[in-house]
């Protein structure tokens, strides 16, 4: 059983957006942090955000910071990532990833759950 599910990739046009979902499958991620990762085919896995356990510190690599925003509600027990100003070099597949680290979140060695990601294409 996959311990996580991601949802809300597709097709989009560059300029447009799309929000990705977490969910966990089974069980409860409420004390993680979590961090969503990207890969292209044949590419090493790229960190995008990751977010504490409160939610109160968000960590983006530089190419999506002002466009990408990571969030969670621990009640619906979801994390999202909204994609707005998609580019085509944000073509991918999404991850959700899970950790109990306190630090190095853009590490994806340091993270214990992974969903089987989502696909985003963005067309020029």
């Known amino acids: 059983q996959v311990p996580l599910v991601e949802s809300g990739g597709g097709l989009v046009q560059a300029g447009g957006s799309l929000r990705l979902s977490c969910t966990p499958s089974?069980?409860?991620?409420?004390?993680?942090?979590m961090g969503w990762f990207r890969q292209v085919l044949g590419k090493e896995r790229e960190f995008v955000a990751a977010?504490?356990?409160?939610?109160?510190?968000?960590y983006y690599v530089d190419s999506v910071k002002g466009r990408f925003t990571i969030s969670r509600d621990n009640a619906k027990n979801t994390v999202y990532l909204q994609m707005n100003s998609l580019k085509p070099e944000d073509t991918a597949v999404y991850y959700c990833?899970?950790?109990?680290?306190?630090?190095?979140?853009?590490?994806?060695?340091?993270?214990?759950?992974w969903g089987q990601g989502t696909r985003v294409t963005v067309s020029s």
């Open positions: 977010i504490s356990w409160s939610g109160s510190s968000t």
């Open positions: 990833a899970a950790t109990t680290v306190r630090s190095n979140y853009n590490d994806h060695r340091r993270y214990g759950y």
């Open positions: 089974g069980r409860t991620f409420s004390g993680y942090a």
